[in-house]
């Protein structure tokens, strides 16, 4: 896959980053099928934000999502399927980071395709908090 079949979605110009594409590449390339999302903090700092909604006939019942930076990766579930969180980061958002379906991975020297391998493990790993009986892809 290359960063132009990325549906690049969000509030930011539609052009990522060079870590931004190397990061969706290889997310995509474990677990095709997520969204992206380009965001933008206030001064400026580039963000994305990737998505994964649980659907079940046709409607969403929740949605996993996870932030990318250059801090690293964190994530959990939206509060509100991406309804009012979507552009806010996960933080200020307050997504449960440590609880059981959290995920945080600082960048700490580990590579873009690391972080990527870190967050397919994490979307793909059965949820033990809420909705938990709706396996991730």
């Not at 806010?88 to 690391?114: C, M, N, Q, T």
Request: contains cysteine; hydrophobic residues 45%; glycine residues 10%.
């Amino acid at each position: 896959m290359t960063a132009e079949k990325i549906d690049w979605g969000g509030q930011r110009e539609r052009v990522a980053t060079k870590a931004e594409r190397v990061f969706a590449i290889s997310l995509d390339a474990l677990v095709p099928g997520l969204d992206y999302w380009l965001h933008a903090d206030g001064d400026g700092t580039p963000w994305l934000l990737v998505s994964l909604d649980v659907v079940e006939d046709n409607a969403v019942l929740a949605t996993l999502r996870l932030d990318f930076d250059e801090r690293g990766i964190r994530g959990g579930w939206s509060p509100a399927c991406l309804n009012w969180d979507d552009g806010v980061r996960a933080e200020e958002a307050l997504i449960e980071l440590s609880g059981p379906d959290g995920v945080i991975h600082p960048a700490d020297g580990a590579s873009v395709e690391d972080l990527a391998r870190r967050a397919a493990e994490w979307f793909t790993a059965p949820k033990r908090g809420r909705w938990a009986d709706h396996p991730a892809p």
